[in-house]
């Protein structure tokens, strides 16, 4: 067996040790060992500071994520919520639309009929017919913001035609009210005109007079007739016009029916136009039978053939 020397250098000197000895062997063996148990344990430290801080970071990373993952869930049903509140809000647009739309309808009708249009040339029950050629798209995508806005400009302009229609409305029965009192046509079933309004020779004294009124004549008993709606406010005997009728059709409109044989109607009676308000006869300051008609505007008498002529 070869023996083995290490030399081992000091301020002493230098040393020999014979690795061929036991007890040489022996220490040496257990150096060794210790060496390596105490770079295995460092080994197993730093391993496992190492593993730990891996972990530590995966953890870290799925808590990152799953913070993530929440407030995309938050943003989500956030979104949602908005949605909703914006569909809630155009179903109500939508339900105040269609009340508009019926009272555009309802007034559509009523002008229909005040205006007198022909059946079916505005019939406002059925959609009116719209259509064009092919159409070119402007490669926009409907949001619930332009949706929205829509609504609200459809709402505003039915909006300001409701209230054009109304005032036309207001204005169209104004005109058809007016016309209903503004005194129109003939005031006797039969008979012909025997004097006119303006200056005439008074057939009683035989000197130039005015004549204020017009004069219809025929037999005893025919019926005489308001030429528009009104109010009666005189029913009696008044001076020279005998037997007289006064009506109040409003805006300044009166007439007045005189000489009457019989006289139908009573002081704050309705009349309508055509109705039978008294029947002509002589009395008071006339030579025969005949009907006094007279109309005056704002107490002022005016002449009665325009309305006469109107018919």
């Given at each position: 067996?070869k023996n083995?020397?290490l030399?081992?250098q ?17 220490r ?15 080994g ?26 929440e407030?995309?869930e938050?943003?989500?049903?956030a979104?949602?919520?908005h949605?909703q509140?914006?569909?809630d809000?155009m179903?109500l647009q ?23 249009l022909?059946d079916g ?13 092919e159409?070119?798209?402007l ?21 300001e035609?409701?209230?054009q ?14 016309k209903?009192?503004?005194p ?5 079933e039969s008979?012909w005109?025997?004097?006119?309004f ?6 009683f004294?035989g ?20 030429v ?7 029913a009696g ?10 009506i ?5 409109y009166v ?5 009457n ?14 109705q039978?308000i008294?029947k ?6 006339a ?7 007279e ?12 309305f006469i002529?109107?018919?």
């Amino acid at each position: 067996m070869k023996n083995l020397i290490l030399l081992r250098q000091s301020i002493d000197g230098t040393q020999s040790y014979n690795l061929a000895e036991p007890h040489i062997r022996t220490r040496l063996l257990m150096a060794v060992s210790a060496l390596v148990i105490l770079l295995m344990a460092a080994g197993g430290v730093i391993g496992y500071w190492l593993g730990g801080g891996s972990q530590k970071a995966e953890s870290v990373r799925l808590a990152a994520l799953k913070m993530r993952v929440e407030q995309q869930e938050n943003e989500l049903q956030a979104l949602k919520q908005h949605m909703q509140h914006g569909i809630d809000a155009m179903a109500l647009q939508i339900g105040k639309l269609y009340a508009q739309a019926l009272k555009l309808n309802s007034l559509g009708g009523q002008l229909t009929k005040v205006a007198k249009l022909d059946d079916g040339e505005f019939d406002f029950s059925v959609p009116p017919g719209i259509g064009g050629a092919e159409p070119v798209l402007l490669n926009e995508e409907n949001t619930i913001s332009t949706v929205f806005a829509d609504f609200l400009s459809i709402q505003k302009t039915l909006e300001e035609q409701q209230q054009q229609f109304a005032l036309l409305s207001d204005l169209m029965n104004e005109q058809q009210m007016d016309k209903q009192l503004k005194p129109t046509g003939k005031p006797v079933e039969s008979g012909w005109i025997s004097s006119s309004f303006g200056k005439r020779i008074d057939p009683f004294t035989g000197k130039p007079a005015f004549h204020s009124g017009i004069d219809f004549s025929s037999h005893e008993g025919t019926g005489i007739k308001a030429v528009a709606d009104g109010v009666v406010v005189w029913a009696g005997k008044n001076g020279g016009y005998g037997n007289l009728v006064e009506i109040d059709h409003g805006n300044g409109y009166v007439t007045r029916y005189a000489h009457n044989s019989q006289i139908l109607v009573k002081v704050g009676d309705k009349v309508t136009a055509g109705q039978l308000i008294s029947k002509m006869g002589k009395t008071g300051r006339a030579t025969a039978s005949h009907l006094h008609f007279e109309v005056l505007k704002n107490g002022r008498k005016i002449n009665p053939w325009p309305f006469i002529h109107r018919a």
